[in-house]
């Protein structure tokens, strides 16, 4: 190389950015009673996919936007059951964040949907009783305002006042003894609005028959002076 001068040449090199796809996972069926913010926040991947991300980079959230004749109705938690179906568009938006992951890494291709409905919430109403003791009567069918819990979205204003409850088994027999199971079934819950909006899930409350608590108290007793008493032994009640 003695013979040469060697000129480095100067090279501009350009990265250009990654397409990274993001798409709104379709059908969106929103409850009934749930109220969505707009624009929303989206972390659980049951509602968006992605692909296009190099290794070690993920995308946890991204925005949904709403938009449509009926985007403002949607979106409330009183919106109807039924299709929405090209009356409500679900669109990807910004901020899109993630773990070492920078949006401005990558050229977005967004994929929204249209396919958009509103459908029956899900709410649970739990038995939690009633408990039976021994010697208690036999646990009978019949509406009651306790005694169950309730789990899930109701829209406002809707409220559940009863439910009746079935007992079955042998606990709840009049003559059932200590350790008898037994179960009661909730059913036919009475409901402020329409229970028709929602899909209801009865879960029974089991339980065995209680020992019964009893109070044993001891009577005044006088003593005359060179008396001796009965230290021990069986007392017949006065």
Do not use: C, M
């Not at 749930?34 to 926040?41: H, I, R, S, V, Y």
């Not at 003894?177 to 029974?204: H, K, M, R």
């Not at 019964?212 to 069986?234: F, H, N, R, W």
């Amino acid at each position: 190389t003695s013979n040469y001068s060697l000129t480095t040449p100067t090279v501009t090199a350009n990265i250009t950015k990654k397409t990274l796809t993001i798409s709104v996972l379709s059908p969106v069926n929103k409850p009934y009673g749930t109220a969505l913010p707009n624009p929303e926040t989206v972390t659980s991947l049951t509602r968006f996919s992605y692909s296009g991300t190099i290794a070690g980079e993920t995308v946890n959230s991204v925005t949904f936007k709403y938009t449509g004749s009926q985007a403002s109705t949607f979106i409330q938690s009183s919106a109807s059951i039924g299709s929405y179906v090209n009356n409500v568009t679900v669109s990807i938006d910004y901020p899109i964040t993630g773990t070492n992951f920078d949006i401005n890494n990558y050229s977005p291709n967004f994929t929204g949907t249209s396919n958009v409905s509103v459908v029956a919430g899900a709410i649970t109403i739990t038995a939690t009783g009633p408990i039976k003791q021994y010697g208690d009567a036999q646990l009978t069918t019949g509406s009651s305002t306790t005694n169950f819990t309730i789990t899930g979205n109701l829209a406002p204003g809707d409220a559940i006042s009863s439910v009746t409850l079935t007992p079955s088994g042998p606990g709840a027999l009049a003559n059932a003894a200590v350790g008898d199971s037994f179960y009661v079934t909730p059913s036919a819950a009475v409901i402020s609005g329409s229970l028709s909006n929602y899909t209801v899930t009865y879960v029974p409350f089991k339980d065995v028959v209680r020992k019964k608590s009893i109070t044993i108290t001891a009577s005044p007793q006088t003593k005359t002076y060179g008396t001796a008493l009965l230290t021990s032994g069986v007392l017949n009640s006065t």
